[in-house]
């Protein structure tokens, strides 16, 4: 009924609020200097991307995982399951 309805549509605000909040603190998305065309959604785009890929990969607490891949770039090469060692291509 319009209860169920009414629920529904208040759990897909908290989704797109949470999604918001996550962009913007984390990824500082409100400050952003980029304007011009479809920039801003790509931008988005991708932001929504490495929180969903975070998330998938277990990740419950995004800030602290992005600044740890930030001070340790090379993590996310191994959360990713990707290396740099040459043994691993072959080469």
Do not use: C, Q
Not at 16 to 34: K, P, Q, Y
Not at 53 to 79: C, F, M, Q, S, Y
């Amino acid at each position: 009924g319009p209860a169920d309805l009414a629920a529904a549509i208040r759990g897909h605000w908290g989704i797109e609020n949470s999604s918001h909040h996550i962009r913007d603190v984390t990824f500082a998305e409100d400050a952003s200097t980029v304007h011009t065309g479809t920039a801003p959604r790509a931008m988005a785009t991708f932001r929504n991307l490495a929180i969903g890929v975070l998330k998938i990969l277990g990740a419950d607490n995004i800030a602290k995982t992005t600044r740890a891949i930030r001070n340790e770039p090379e993590r996310a090469l191994r959360i990713l399951g990707i290396t740099n060692d040459p043994d691993t291509y072959g080469t």
